[in-house]
C-alpha cells in the first residue's frame, strides 16, 4: 500500500503544471529609466512576474515596437511626445501612470552662464517636436530668445534673437558629443547623465520643478487596464523605488513625481 501511494504522489506531482514566471517585456532608454526598471524587477518577481527590459538609444523605435507586440511598456517618455506620436505614425499608446521628471538643462564646455553668449554663438537642440520646443521655452525663459505662442514651437517660430544665435537641431542623443562644437546645448537629462554629466553640478541653468513634462509607462490602450498593467505601475510607484531615486538618481536630476 505504501509503495502505491508513493507511486500515485509521484505521478501526480509530474502531471501538476508548473508555474513559470510570466514575462513583462519593457522597452526603455538606459539612463534614468533601465536603472529604475532595475529597482522595480525584484518587487515584481514577488508578484509572480519575470521583466524583461530591452534597451533603445533613440526616441521613435520604442513606441513602433510597442504598436507592433514586441514589447507589453515602454519607458522612455513625457504625454506631449506621446501625443505628438499617436497622432504622427497613428499609434493607439496610452499612459498607466507618471514616474519622474528628466527637467532639460543647458550645458556648455565654453561659457560659465548664459550671460557669457555672444554674437553668433552656436547652440545644438533636440530635433523631436515636443523637446525641441521644450528647450527654446527654456531659453525664453532666461531671456536668450523669444518666440511666438504655441505649443510645439521650432526654431523657425523665433521672434527674437538679439544675439543672432545659431541653432543646430539634432537627434537628442547626440547631442552631448556636440559639446565640443557649439557653445552650448540644451540636453536632456538621461542623456546627459550618460555623457557623465550632473545636472546639479554641470548644468548652466534647468528647467523647474513645476515641468509638465513627466516620464510615464506606456503600453497599447487594449492592455490598460490588464494585470500587468496594474502589477507593473505598482511596483514601479512603489515606496522601494521612489525611495531608490531619491538616493541613488536625485543629484542626477531625476525627481519622482508619485
Not at 538616493?247 to 536630476?253: I, S
Request: aromatic content about 6%; hydrophobic content about 45%; charged content about 25%.
Amino acid at each position: 500500500m505504501k509503495r502505491l501511494l508513493l507511486s500515485l504522489a509521484m505521478v501526480l506531482a509530474l502531471a501538476a503544471p508548473s508555474f513559470a514566471a510570466e514575462d513583462i517585456v519593457v522597452g526603455v532608454t538606459p539612463f534614468p529609466h533601465k536603472d529604475i526598471m532595475l529597482a522595480a524587477k525584484p518587487l515584481l518577481a514577488k508578484e509572480g512576474y519575470n521583466l524583461v527590459i530591452k534597451e533603445f538609444t533613440d526616441y521613435v523605435q520604442p513606441n513602433m515596437a510597442l504598436a507592433s507586440k514586441q514589447l507589453f511598456a515602454n519607458f522612455f517618455q513625457h504625454e506631449p511626445y506621446l501625443d505628438n506620436m499617436n497622432k504622427e505614425k497613428k499609434l493607439d499608446l496610452v499612459s498607466i501612470g507618471k514616474v519622474h521628471i528628466e527637467p532639460l538643462g543647458v550645458y556648455s564646455k565654453k561659457i560659465k552662464k548664459l550671460a557669457d553668449l555672444k554674437k553668433g554663438n552656436s547652440v545644438s537642440v533636440p530635433n523631436d517636436p515636443t523637446n525641441e520646443a521644450r528647450a527654446l521655452r527654456l531659453l525664453e525663459a532666461n531671456g536668450v530668445i523669444a518666440i511666438k505662442p504655441g505649443a510645439l514651437v521650432t526654431v523657425a517660430d523665433i521672434t527674437k534673437n538679439p544675439l543672432g544665435l545659431k541653432f543646430h537641431e539634432l537627434d537628442a542623443a547626440q547631442l552631448p558629443r556636440t559639446l565640443d562644437d557649439v557653445t552650448a546645448s540644451v540636453i536632456n537629462t538621461n542623456f546627459a547623465g550618460e555623457a557623465g554629466l550632473v545636472p546639479s553640478r554641470d548644468a548652466l541653468v534647468m528647467e523647474g520643478s513645476e515641468s509638465p513634462y513627466a516620464n510615464i509607462i506606456v503600453v497599447r490602450s487594449e492592455d490598460k487596464d490588464s494585470p500587468k498593467a496594474k502589477a507593473l505601475m505598482k511596483a514601479v510607484q512603489s515606496p522601494e523605488v521612489k525611495e531608490y531615486i531619491q538616493k541613488n538618481l536625485v543629484e542626477r536630476g531625476i525627481v519622482p513625481v508619485f
